[in-house]
């Protein structure tokens, strides 16, 4: 078992939050998707300009990575982190591999979001507004999710270490608009790359 004691409201709070608007974002996307396939040529609801739309990246195969298309993957894996989510404000105790593959999950999804990002910003050349906000909930999500698994005992078991881990939470809010500021800064090296080809083209 893991020696998580007490009830960390903070980061249960998060968890459920993070999986409704995760969820809403990923459903959204689906019922797009569904949209489009049921009328090609058309647009979506949330197409804003050639910049701005989730057309492009939901036709695109790194739209369907798996085979299926990326937005169920969110529809049920926003569903596990609101179960934890609750568990959590309930005080539920779980062993310390359950916590494991929770982290693995949520590092897991990390990754294929920041692989999305790159893809999105420098091949697909295109945001999409539901995609932006999942990867607005994924990226602290996983940051308070690292530092919770120092602070209960399963990435950290020495007590120093789980303290010192428990501190750390204050700081996921920075981290996390550290990180925003990093994706920020990569679209618009990416937009200032793609004006030049634009103009080069035209000249």
């Not at 058309?42 to 036709?59: A, I, P, R, W, Y």
């Not at 539920?92 to 692989?115: D, E, H, K, N, Y």
């Not at 990180?179 to 200032?192: R, T």
Request: hydrophobic share 55%; proline share 3%; net charge positive.
């Amino acid at each position: 078992m893991t020696t998580q004691r007490t009830r960390h409201v903070g980061y249960g709070i998060w968890l459920v939050v993070a999986a409704v608007v995760g969820w809403w974002a990923a459903f959204q996307l689906t019922l797009e998707k569904f949209f489009l396939l049921e009328n090609p040529g058309e647009t979506t609801s949330c197409f804003v300009s050639v910049m701005l739309q989730c057309d492009k990246n939901l036709g695109s195969w790194q739209g369907e990575v798996f085979g299926f298309p990326n937005p169920i993957l969110g529809v049920t894996g926003w569903m596990a982190v609101l179960v934890m989510g609750v568990a959590v404000l309930a005080g539920t105790r779980f062993p310390r591999w359950f916590w494991g593959l929770f982290g693995l999950g949520v590092s897991g999804a990390f990754v294929f979001v920041c692989w999305l990002i790159g893809q999105s910003i420098y091949v697909l050349a295109v945001l999409c507004p539901w995609c932006m906000a999942t990867w607005a909930v994924t990226i602290p999500t996983f940051f308070a999710t690292v530092v919770h698994l120092m602070r209960n005992g399963t990435l950290a078991r020495s007590a120093a270490a789980r303290e010192r881990a428990g501190r750390m939470m204050v700081w996921v809010p920075l981290a996390t608009i550290l990180a925003y500021a990093v994706i920020v800064a990569m679209a618009q090296l990416a937009g200032l790359d793609l004006l030049g080809e634009v103009a080069g083209l035209v000249f």
